[in-house]
């Protein structure tokens, strides 16, 4: 029987057979790999039982965090066909799994939220509420843990492996003020205090490690103007007034907003403008023109996302060659020349209407 080789490395002894790679002891190896790019996971998979143990672990992820390496994918849906993932860095589609729920889920509108290594879809099956989650290690759906208080039409946002929804509707139209807290670790909803105001058709992100909702409405006739910042250390809402003054009416979109840079930009639907938000003076300077039109459907179907460094506009066109779905992108640090924003394309996604339904960038 031939006998396993031995090297030593300053590592200790491995045995060649054994290792990951040849040569190199297990946590350099693993740091090695955390360097491949994600859409070459599922060929490094098939190599042998090892590596698909590996994959399937989800440790490349720990250890991509660790490294502070992240690749920004864009996951979108335009039609019933199913959730599509675009590889930013490659230019490359891929198809995700169908979501094996229900019709009523399939067909009625849903919210969306990356966190983590997970995609978070919200929407309403026949009798309640449901959440499906698409797992990045497993590459599949299954049904998520339901909040403490189900709602739709709430504001969201996702900061490393935690989310925070807060307002929205509940199932018999009651406009919410609670939040809630996902850990994508544990896969568990967490209650948090209350905002100071209720409010539906709102928007979240994360700026400076903490957590703000803006926009929205209270009824159906009445928006709100101000905005409200949680601390995450103190639990605490502290109410901004005036943050957003561009209030929301019943039909249009909730605020299309992205965080880059800790720097909050908007999107002023009636003019197509990109604006930057000033902490200081708690005001709002426009930039520039948006790459597409978001007037003419109130800022629905339209994406507008923070995509690593730059921000992401994701939204339909018709051409001579029939409609497309296009992905423009902006780098901030490029500044703005004439009151002018250097969009480029960086994707097209062609056949899918021009309607985005649901978006959402996760970085990992």
């Not at 039609?79 to 067909?107: Q, S, T, V, Y």
């Not at 709602?151 to 199932?171: E, N, P, T």
């Amino acid at each position: 029987m031939r006998s396993k080789r031995r090297v030593y490395d300053g590592c200790g002894q491995i045995e060649t057979n054994g290792s990951l790679l040849p040569g190199l002891c297990d946590d350099v190896a693993l740091k090695c790999l955390a360097l491949a790019c994600r859409s070459d996971y599922a060929s490094l998979s098939c190599l042998n039982t090892r590596f698909n143990k590996l994959i399937k672990s989800g440790n490349l992820y720990g250890e991509r965090k660790v490294l502070g390496i992240a690749e920004h994918w864009v996951y979108l849906v335009c039609d019933l066909r199913g959730w599509e993932a675009f590889d930013a860095m490659r230019k490359k589609w891929m198809k995700l799994p169908k979501i094996p729920c229900d019709e009523c889920f399939n067909h009625a509108d849903k919210e969306s939220l990356a966190v983590g290594s997970e995609l978070l879809v919200f929407g309403r099956e026949f009798y309640d509420f449901a959440i499906w989650k698409y797992s990045l290690v497993r590459g599949n759906w299954i049904k998520c843990q339901g909040m403490n208080l189900p709602r739709c039409l709430f504001g969201s946002s996702s900061l490393g492996s935690i989310a925070i929804v807060a307002g929205g509707s509940d199932k018999s139209g009651n406009v919410l003020k609670s939040a809630e807290l996902y850990d994508s670790s544990s896969g568990r909803w967490e209650m948090l205090p209350n905002m100071h105001s209720p409010r539906r058709l709102c928007s979240g992100f994360f700026m400076d490690g903490k957590f703000y909702v803006i926009g929205g409405m209270t009824s159906p006739t009445d928006s709100l103007t101000c905005g409200e910042e949680f601390d995450l250390k103190t639990r605490e809402w502290r109410k901004i007034e005036g943050m957003y003054p561009n209030v929301n009416r019943a039909a249009q979109a909730p605020p299309l907003v992205a965080v880059v840079d800790n720097q909050l930009y908007a999107v002023e639907y009636l003019t197509n403008m990109v604006k930057k938000y000033d902490k200081e003076k708690n005001t709002w300077d426009v930039l520039g023109r948006l790459p597409v039109r978001a007037d003419l459907s109130n800022g629905w179907g339209l994406a507008f996302k923070a995509c690593g460094e730059q921000l992401l506009v994701v939204g339909g066109q018709r051409g001579p060659e029939g409609e497309a779905v296009v992905l423009n992108s902006w780098h901030p640090k490029s500044g703005v020349k004439d009151g002018t924003l250097d969009w480029k394309v960086i994707g097209v996604k062609e056949h899918v209407g021009v309607f985005v339904y649901n978006c959402a960038v996760m970085g990992c």
